[in-house]
């Protein structure tokens, strides 16, 4: 099946550290994924490289668990994908019902640009970078990304289980020390200091911007 068969469709692009939160304005059926090949073929994501989680817990001892996700899920459900680094992935839209509870999921799912700072839920807000959860309570959330919502517990970083197994994805920091350059919560290379709001990886190290 070519790229042109498939109009109706979400695209995800994971990054170098392979972990990041998505999110869709449509319900998305998860277990019809494919992975685009190099020649823009596609392949069934049935190597079960991929993977999407929610998070219906709360954080303890600086560690909140994951829950896989399979099935169709509802519009808007924020999720953490996992799976190989630089792939990108196909999910067919649907219109079918939703048959993936993710009722309690403490993601959430934005459709578009989403200024923290104009959330006033009460609660904490943790963005995914690299290794874990950072709270933000400034900067942008991308459009069709996921932020984590928390009752205040005091945490500077929430790390993640996924399955038993704890991301520790500290690569990005280390092979990211070239020259000075900047980075953004997605891994892209930015080419100058970044002038936007956020948490940006900086020699190695993260860095907010409030300017």
């Known amino acids: 099946m070519a790229w042109k068969d498939f109009t109706k469709r979400s695209v995800f692009k994971t990054f170098d550290h392979a972990v990041a ?24 994501a ?11 817990g709360s954080a303890v001892n ?15 459900t ?8 630089g792939a990108t992935y196909v999910f067919p839209l649907t219109s079918g019902d939703a048959t993936a509870d993710v009722s309690g999921n403490k993601l959430v799912g934005v459709t578009k640009d989403t200024d923290l700072s104009t959330l006033k839920d009460g609660n904490t807000h943790y963005v995914y ?16 990304k996921a932020y984590l919502s928390l009752p205040n517990a005091g945490n500077a970083k929430i790390n993640v289980s996924l399955g038993g197994a704890t ?16 980075y953004t919560l997605d891994g892209v290379k930015v080419n100058e200091k970044p002038t936007a709001k956020g948490l940006y990886i900086h020699n190695g190290k993260k860095v907010i911007v409030n300017k």
Do not use: C, R
Not at 46 to 56: E, G, I, M, V
Not at 78 to 85: D, K
């Open 167 to 182: 991301t520790g994805i500290e690569d990005i920091a280390a092979d990211n020390e070239d020259n000075g350059a900047w």
């Open 46 to 56: 049935a190597t079960k490289d991929l993977k999407a989680y929610q998070f219906t």
């Open 129 to 144: 970078y690299g290794d874990g959860f950072w709270p933000l309570s400034t900067g942008t959330i991308a459009a069709n």
């Open 21 to 44: 939160t998505f999110a869709d304005a449509e319900k998305i059926d998860l277990d019809s994924a494919y992975q685009v090949g190099d020649e823009k073929t596609f392949a069934p």
């Open 62 to 76: 600086g560690t909140i668990n994951g829950t896989e996700v399979k099935g169709i899920v509802p519009a808007g």
């Open 78 to 85: 924020g999720l953490l994908m996992t799976g190989t680094e």
